[in-house]
């Protein structure tokens, strides 16, 4: 695999480490342990896994500094080899990511070793079926009962490892301020009485995703993440690190479609040559090289700016994740097209990569939500 960008300003010594130690891991496990007929079980399987191995101290750090060049890293890695592993990690820190950020130590103490391990799955459910884009419009209640508990009532969905998570992060409506103001953080385990599995949900990618119904879900007080009114900025900060790595993913995913491209246009016999010799084969080539190229350098600009301190990344994360999961599949579209009738053939490794590619254009902010963000980004620093 060509990883010649580890030699890249924005890495350090400590980071080409880490990419060889997730290579080796993803080169021998991650295929093997991924089942795309198997969501759920793969996720498990793979969480565990990777838990064994150690990798899943980067998403759920001990001393709660999210390294967002070692997760855009990793995700790049394990998204070349495959979805689902690529997913099974991304989901231990996104499920974290509020309590790693804004959790007391009690809070840390409670959900990360098992997270670690990769024997407690997290979530982080944000969406609902009428808010979705548009995050202050949640309306998942969460009333105090007078006696330091909150009283839960609504419904989450599109909620990543819903279902098979052990612990979710719910954001809710806590008060009379409307918008973005009114909303809160919560840590709430699976099994809270009240809390059920409403539907699973199929998407064109194998990922485990479900709706979520709360009906008088009793949480104390201390299950608070941040304070009360601090929600909306606690689903925000979290974004802007993972978005990032969103990005990364979608790089990952489109080297494994430059990779596959250059491998048929290579071997694959046309018109007495091959089909590389077709110059409109190269061109196929040579725009996704530069597609990858141009991800991989707003990627790791994006994460390399955020961990080198900076306030607010949430401009940068956005083009990084605009940028790379549009290019991811344009890369994977081009694929399909130089693979011909085995491109769209169901089960073909060009066709399941084609599919595997889309949400990322829809999920942690839609394309058009990151050129909302980008383009009033753009307007406040512009305008005198
Ligand atoms: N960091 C800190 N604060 C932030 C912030 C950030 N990144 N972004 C906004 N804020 C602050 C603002 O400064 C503002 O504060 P003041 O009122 O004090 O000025 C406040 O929060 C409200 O901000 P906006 O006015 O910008 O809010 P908005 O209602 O216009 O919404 C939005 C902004 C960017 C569109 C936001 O709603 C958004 O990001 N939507 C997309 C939601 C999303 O990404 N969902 C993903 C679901 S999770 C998922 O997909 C995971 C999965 O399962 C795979």
């Known amino acids: 695999a060509d990883i010649s960008f580890l030699d890249w300003p924005f890495l350090e010594p400590r980071h080409r480490d880490w990419a060889a130690e997730v ?148 954001f809710a409506r806590t008060g009379e301020a409307p918008g973005a103001k009114g909303l809160s953080a919560f840590l709430v385990p699976a099994e809270a009485p009240g809390l059920a599995v409403a539907e699973r949900i199929e998407v064109t990618a194998p990922h485990p995703l479900a709706r979520l119904r709360f009906d008088d879900v009793r949480v104390a007080a201390e299950d608070l993440l941040g304070r009360p009114g601090e929600g909306f900025k606690v689903a925000m900060a979290t974004l802007d690190v993972f978005r990032a790595t969103v990005g990364a993913a979608a790089l990952g995913f489109a080297r494994r479609a430059l990779d596959m491209t250059v491998a048929q246009a290579s071997t694959r016999k046309i018109f007495g040559g091959t089909l590389f010799d077709q110059q409109m084969s190269q061109a196929a080539i040579a725009d996704s090289a530069v597609d990858v190229e141009a991800s991989a350098l707003l990627v790791y600009r994006a994460a390399w700016l955020k961990d080198s301190g900076a306030a607010r990344v949430t401009r940068e994360a956005s083009m990084a994740k605009l940028h790379a999961t549009e290019a991811a599949q344009r890369c994977a579209d081009r694929n399909v097209q130089i693979h011909g009738g085995l491109g769209v053939t169901r089960g073909h490794k060009a066709e399941e990569l084609y599919r595997e590619v889309r949400a990322l254009r829809v999920y942690e902010g839609a394309s058009e939500i990151q050129r909302v963000v980008i383009a009033r980004a753009e307007r406040d620093t512009r305008t005198p």
């Open 23 to 170: 290579e080796a891991w993803a080169a021998a496990h991650a295929e093997a342990l991924s089942d795309e007929h198997d969501a759920d079980a793969s996720v498990i399987r793979l969480a565990r896994a990777m838990g064994d191995a150690g990798l899943l101290r980067v998403p759920c750090p001990v001393d709660g500094v999210l390294d967002v060049r070692a997760l855009c890293l990793a995700r790049d890695i394990l998204a070349r080899h495959s979805g689902l592993a690529d997913f099974a990690f991304a989901m231990q820190g996104l499920g974290t990511g509020p309590v790693t950020l804004f959790g007391t130590p009690a809070q840390r103490e409670r959900l990360l070793p098992g997270a670690r391990a990769g024997t407690a799955l997290a979530a982080f459910a944000l969406s609902e079926p009428e808010a979705g884009s548009d995050v202050s419009a949640l309306a998942l209640a969460a009333t105090p009962d007078g006696n330091g508990h909150y009283r839960l009532n609504g419904d989450k969905t599109w909620i990543s490892n819903g279902g098979i998570a052990a612990s979710y992060v719910v």
